[in-house]
């Protein structure tokens, strides 16, 4: 030995790592991961998200009978630990109208109340004979440790405040049967078009699953919302990202406005003026017919009518927002499809991760 | 000099390593009854019945001192117990370690001091017990601070929680004062942290996780040099747990400079790590204080190079794999680190920063004694404790938490190669690790 030898130079600054490997971005080993899951919109390429649109189209209009054969007898699980209405029916339509075998599992009624872990519970469902799992968990990246515990195929359908893929999905396909009919999607589909976000970003996962799909289309974020519930490094998602706190000046470049609810069960102390937060941030019809009487208004529900959007918006003519329910039956048929489309042994899929 | 007893161990033709002595050098090391008996040059020693150890090519340097641990006993026996953590220690070269309290009970008595130190425990090496600053760590009422150390506490700290009133907090400053003990606070407001599991910004937001911003950690390090301040004739000394933010170390060095009596540890993870690591929810990257920022983590490395950190220290927080395979925001804090703790420093701060080796075992050994007054640890003068760590400096290995000796295995080093690798550790005079 000769502690000596071995010096070299480096400025204090430069981080020399040459004896140590770079920490993988995941250290879940990706190999575990099932490469047909969907935890992250982030994950998907623009040819993955053409292929579930082309899908979502086909499943859409075949004949109920022949689409019951597509998954006849396969087993899917929704797995729900959080309430949901929407997300949960549209998953149970969808894999019901491929003829799959359907079971229900939510934590009030299950042995998850007895104390039993995510991970055992996948397992278990597994053991059943579960050949994907749909979660929604109330916490972050809950889907990350299932995929990885049971090597299924599994569908985020909204962890945390972290994702819901899905929802974005068909939000996508909601805007592009508005501003792009019968376009095939690329990387330019959605150039030209500006979507404005409002509300609770922080708290929302259908944000965070919009801004990382709609700008690899080509799209333009601005999110709108009060510094608490829209801290500034939010623009640090994605490319193409901005920030903009004056709702009417959003409005006025925005071709599609999305509102959100405040989502008061995950304000954990937060105490805001729920009058100031209306006069800045409601879409109502005076508003909206004064700076975007064109644009497309969506809403992923739950709404609470009266505070983040008014009826005579929710309801109007330029709403969206029951089609977009209605697209999620489509988008999720193409999702559990896609799940159940290959084998279902574990294959890496590391190099279609995001970059974090 | 030459007089050589029966219990003696001859360590011959290693590069000895002593900062505290000032010694980087060839030298032999003669141990006899526990102790350090003689330093000299090679070859004047001869062995006369002692077991002669061939450090031929090897670093032989004070045995490290880690005053960061949670040895989880009594009480949480299935995470870690003393003879379990105490055998990761030595496989580590750690001959001394300092356990933390938030045990279950808390260590908030002299009776569970003593306990922690009774030979039934099975300890490998020198542990010395941190006591409860409060009981029960419930930051109301202080503890016994004269009896505590009577009984063997060589500290006082609510390691886990902070103690957070004002009121308590100068009043543990002034009675561990006089009772010539260090406070060692894990500064967290945790008013600013509740809900959290990494740190706050861009990649918490984007992960949808809570984030604990900086100013939880270095706000309370300001609030408490202000109260150190306050009662700076007492002498108190402020000592920072497992510091990991910029600003908290740059309070340090204003109140220094201002000559207040604080000192602060770094854990290997932050300086090695950043929150990056975290990636898609990795547990084994989740802890408290949490991995922090690309800046924050190179203010580590600049802290620990320009002197301002005192001494680094593992916080090594064995959980069982149950619990670490949850959801992230419902895994427990902590990571284990005696055995990595060698090879990180020497990757990345001697190899990777130029750090030299003599200064990279001072900050893991006769710093960390002298922050707790731990008299004859840390030192290879003549009379000091028996406890040497030997190793291969520029050995390349590959460290695996499959073959820890903790009974957790929760790492984010796993499968890592590391730089200086141990192959022997001895406490006071006692050869508790030989590398197989």
Known sequence: ?356 | MNSISVNSILIRGGQLIDPASGIDAPRDLLLADGRVAAVDAPGKFKPNGAEVIDAKGLVVAPGLVDIHVHLREPGQGYKETIATGTAAAAAGGFTTVCAMPNTVPVNDSPETTRWMQSPERGAAIRVFPIAAATRGSMGEALTEYGSLKAAGAVAVTDDGKPILGDGIMRAALTAAARANLPVIQHAEDTRLTGGCSMNAGALAFRLGLRGMPTEAESGLVERDIRLLAEVKDTRAHLHVAHLSTKAALDAVRRARRNGLRVTCEVAPHHFVLNEEAVGNYNTNAKMNPPLRSEQDRKAMIEGIIDGSVDCIATDHAPHATHEKEQEFERAPNGITGLESALGLAVAFLHLGHNLPLSRVIALLSSQPANVLGLKGRGTLAVGSMADVVIFDSGKEWTFKASDSKSKSKNTPFDGWTLRGQVAMTISEGRVVYRRT
Do not use: W
């Not at chain 1, 995510?118 to 053991?127: F, P, W, Y």
């Not at chain 1, 497309?296 to 005579?312: A, D, F, K, V």
């Open chain 1, 1 to 356: 030995m000769s502690p000596k030898t071995q010096r070299r130079k480096s400025p204090i600054s430069e981080i020399k790592t040459a004896a140590i490997p770079r920490v993988s971005r995941s250290l879940i080993s990706p190999s575990l991961l099932h490469p047909l899951s969907l935890l992250s919109a982030g994950d998907l390429s623009v040819e993955d998200v053409q292929s579930i649109l082309s899908l979502a189209d086909l499943l859409e209009k075949e004949d109920p009978l022949r689409r019951d054969r597509r998954l006849f007898k396969r087993r899917v699980s929704l797995l729900f630990y959080e309430s949901s209405t929407r997300t949960r029916t549209s998953f149970e339509l969808a894999a019901k109208a491929l003829g799959a075998d359907t079971s229900l599992v939510s934590a009030q009624s299950s042995s998850i109340e007895k104390g039993e872990s995510l991970k055992d519970t996948g397992i278990t469902l597994k053991a059943l004979g579960a050949e994907c799992i749909i979660l929604r968990s109330p916490y972050s990246g809950a889907p990350y440790l299932l995929a990885e515990a049971t090597g299924l195929p599994i569908l985020n359908a909204g962890d945390g405040m972290h994702e819901h893929p899905s929802q974005a999905l068909l939000d996508l396909r909601t805007i592009l049967a508005h501003v792009k009919a019968g376009a095939r999607v690329s990387e330019t589909t959605l150039q030209g078009v500006t979507v404005t976000i409002c509300g609770d970003i922080f708290h929302s996962r259908v944000a965070r699953s919009n801004v990382l799909l709609l700008p690899r289309l080509g799209a333009r974020i601005i999110l709108c919302g009060p510094a608490p519930l829209l801290p500034d490094f939010a623009a640090l998602l994605a490319p193409g990202v901005v920030i903009e706190r004056d709702f009417d000046r959003a409005l006025d470049q925005s071709q599609v406005v999305m509102m959100l609810r405040i989502q008061a069960e995950r304000l954990a102390g937060l105490s805001l003026d729920l009058d100031e937060y209306k006069a800045r941030y409601q879409a109502n019809a005076d508003r909206i017919n004064a700076h975007a009487p064109k644009a497309l208004i969506m809403h992923p529900g739950p709404m609470i009518r009266g505070l983040e959007i008014t009826s005579e918006v929710a309801d109007g003519a330029q709403s969206a927002i029951a089609e977009q329910v209605r697209n999620g039956v489509a988008i999720r048929m193409a999702l559990i499809m896609r799940a159940l489309s290959g084998d279902t042994k574990p294959r890496a899929k590391a190099e279609k991760r995001g970059a974090r």
